[in-house]
């Protein structure tokens, strides 16, 4: 995958440059918007991650000239502002995921992740797989195998999204932003239950383990450990 | 434990702490205004000194007319005395005969004992006492018209009775005309002033009105707006301007506000990023089985801490300062209490704690979504915290007069009224609880939601337990 990464504190540029090279992706760099805008309207991107407070041209400007541009790479905001509104106003810019520092790496890896599998195209899909498990979306229905799988609406909708990021790492935080769009830290370890709950359901009595808890990262459900 | 969270209600009864005082914001009407008030007093004072002088001096003039018309009387009476004693009745005959003949303002009458008339210009005797103690007015009868007249009686030796009158009918018309314009022209007076008053009211309150709303409006968030100054150069421009110069030192210490938040965030979060990308970075290098490993994975946890501990308080000055107004939309409160009541469900049952939602009617409410769902899950969140097993919480959402009310009450141990206020204060966790996790910040990041959504905070014994409640008082849509 090729990543333009736009930043100017050099440091975290290195470490995120390193970061995402040693995760096997192609990665161009700039310190300041306007060197960040040519590079991203002269090359194709799978995604951009793009600091919020630039020399030069600041990262909401940037996006918003790449959008003026029909440039639809998709746009991971990084930001040392405080949050409260401006998480609004980098989505409103045209960027597609807003991310506070400091962050955790695997955050990051996963919510690039998550972006670049977002824009390969596909035929709408209307029945999610993942190894014996199948997710009907048009009947909101779930299976394992031969067994019917009794799901809350809440319950079925954390299923849906993490098995549309099946095989991928999947955050607390991106759980909680998108499967009940909060964007805060609700200090107790609430998803944790909801998973657990969740693993009840379509873990148990199986052989073969689906969802996965990743140390230090998230959850992933994947159809072979 | 019984006896304490008694006690404890009892305070709570008498002092719930409030966090929130709103700005006043009644109706004046026309009749409240002080210079309709300064206008009435001045015109009640005015009609009654009026009244009182113009009254004085009727009463003085009709005083000295009638006194003139008694000396007039008087002297006539004594010359005729004089004729009487110096001629008799004949003479006094006489003389009255000759005066009658003058014309003129005076009237004659002599009269028999019967009061039959003998001499003089008056047909007969008229409703007059036959008396010589005062002067007496009276009416009497000429060319058809009734006439007043004012005289004195003299008895004669013999029974004749003789009156000596002047005419005052011209006098008593004035007077007549006096009397009944009186009430009509202080009427007269009284509406004018009142309707001058109305005016110069309304004109006073057109003006405050223009500062009342402006504001308004930059009470409801937009700082930019300001007074507007007429060319006048009057006491009003004068309060516009110098409030126009507060305005601006308000903004600019927002402004200033925000650029420090900013700019704190930004120095302290780069830093903390650099931090935390190396303890990342050194971690993955190592067996995570090592001690070493362990004691980067505890420091990184510190740091999620101090971020966490950071933005809670960076929120909690933003919230304070007001910063974050522009956010707010019209937010479907029953969709973020049952999304929080939901997000809480299974942590809550996990630790046998009943979690009731009582919803009523769809409400909406002028909100920040985000920061209302944050207060809300703190609240839940704390009372999941300090409600033991097998307690009961009660999440409830109420529109009661205009007043939305937002509330989580438990049957925990419950926080001693003389600790309600200090509770909301920044990092005070109370001494039992030193030990569960959190950033200590979770009641005062309510407390700064609340004011921000200019609604009130109220902490209050539940009885036993704690009852926490957002009060929202509904803005008239902008």
């Known amino acids: ?225 | 434990m019984e006896e304490r969270s008694g006690s404890a209600r009892r305070d709570a009864d008498h002092s719930p702490y409030e966090v929130q005082t709103r700005p006043q914001t009644w109706r004046i009407g026309l009749l409240r205004t002080v210079a309709f008030r300064i206008v009435l007093l001045y015109v009640a004072l005015f009609a009654i000194s009026t009244t009182a002088i113009l009254a004085f001096t009727y009463w003085n003039t009709k005083r000295a007319l009638n006194s003139e018309t008694d000396s007039i009387v008087s002297a006539e009476l004594s010359a005729l005395e004089g004729q009487y004693q110096e001629l008799g009745l004949v003479g006094l005959i006489n003389a009255l005969n000759v005066r009658s003949m003058r014309g003129g303002q005076m009237l004659y009458v002599l009269t028999d004992p019967r009061f039959r008339r003998i001499a003089g210009n008056l047909d007969g005797w008229p409703k007059v006492r036959a008396r010589e103690s005062d002067y007496q007015n009276f009416k009497y009868d000429r060319d058809g018209q009734t006439r007043h007249a004012r005289g004195f009686v003299f008895n004669l030796t013999g029974g004749l009775h003789l009156l000596v009158a002047r005419d005052i009918h011209e006098q008593y018309e004035s007077e007549r005309l006096f009397t009944t314009a009186l009430p009509w022209s202080v009427g007269l007076l009284l509406l004018l002033a009142l309707g001058g008053g109305v005016l110069l009211s309304s004109d006073l309150l057109r003006r405050l009105d223009v500062i009342n709303s402006t504001s308004k409006v930059i009470m409801a968030g937009d700082l930019t707006r300001r007074v507007p100054v007429s060319r006048a150069h009057d006491e009003f421009d004068l309060v516009a301007s110098n409030l126009n110069s507060m305005l601006d030192r308000i903004e600019q210490l927002m402004k200033g506000m925000r650029e420090v938040t900013d700019s704190v965030a930004h120095d302290l979060r780069s830093p903390l990023n650099r931090l935390r990308n190396r303890l990342e970075s050194a971690a993955t290098r190592l067996d995570p089985d090592t001690h070493t490993a362990a004691q980067i994975d505890a420091a990184i946890a510190e740091t999620d801490h101090l971020i966490a501990t950071f933005n809670a308080l960076l929120l909690i000055a933003q919230a304070e300062a007001g910063v974050v107004r522009e956010a707010m939309t019209l937010v479907d409160l029953t969709s973020v209490v049952e999304g929080v009541a939901e997000l809480y469900a299974p942590v809550a049952e996990e630790k046998g704690i009943e979690l009731a939602v009582d919803l009523g009617e769809p409400l909406t409410l002028e909100a920040n979504r985000t920061l209302i769902s944050q207060a809300l899950a703190n609240l839940v969140d704390n009372a999941i915290k300090y409600t033991p097993e097998g307690g009961k919480i009660d999440v409830r959402l109420e529109e009661r007069s205009g007043v939305v009310v937002l509330s989580v009450a438990d049957n925990g141990p419950g926080i001693p009224a003389s600790e309600h206020k200090r509770v909301t204060e920044r990092f005070v966790r109370l001494e039992q609880s030193r030990n569960s996790p959190g950033t200590g910040l979770g009641l005062s990041l309510v407390a700064a939601v609340a004011r921000l959504h200019e609604a009130r905070f109220v902490l209050a014994d539940n009885g036993p337990g704690l009852k926490a409640s957002l009060e929202f008082v509904r803005h008239p849509r902008r």
């Open chain 1, 1 to 225: 995958m090729r990543i333009l990464v736009v930043e100017d504190d050099l440091e975290a540029q290195r470490y995120l440059v390193n970061g995402l090279k040693e995760a096997g992706h192609v990665v161009d760099d700039a310190a300041d918007g306007e060197l960040g805008l040519t590079l991203a309207l002269s090359r194709p991107y799978d995604v951009a991650i793009i600091d919020r407070m630039l020399p030069r041209m600041d990262g909401l400007k940037m996006v918003e000239e790449l959008r003026e541009h029909s440039n639809v790479t998709p746009v991971l905001f990084l930001s040392a502002l405080s949050d409260v509104d401006d998480r609004v106003k980098g989505l409103k810019a045209g960027g597609d995921d807003y991310l506070t520092k400091p962050y955790a790496f695997v955050e990051l890896l996963a919510r690039l992740d998550a972006l670049m599998r977002r824009r390969q195209p596909g035929a709408v899909k209307t029945l999610l797989q993942v190894g014996d498990l199948e997710l009907d979306l048009l009947t909101r229905t779930a299976r394992r195998g031969d067994v019917d799988i009794d799901l809350q609406p809440r319950e079925f909708r954390l299923l849906e999204y993490l098995m549309r990021h099946a095989g991928q790492v999947v955050t607390r935080t991106m759980l909680l932003e998108s499967v009940w769009e909060y964007h805060f830290d609700p200090q107790t370890n609430v998803i944790d239950v909801h998973i657990s709950r969740l693993r009840a359901k379509i873990d148990k009595g199986f052989d073969v383990p689906l969802l996965h808890t990743v140390r230090g990262a998230g959850y992933m459900i994947r159809a072979r450990g």
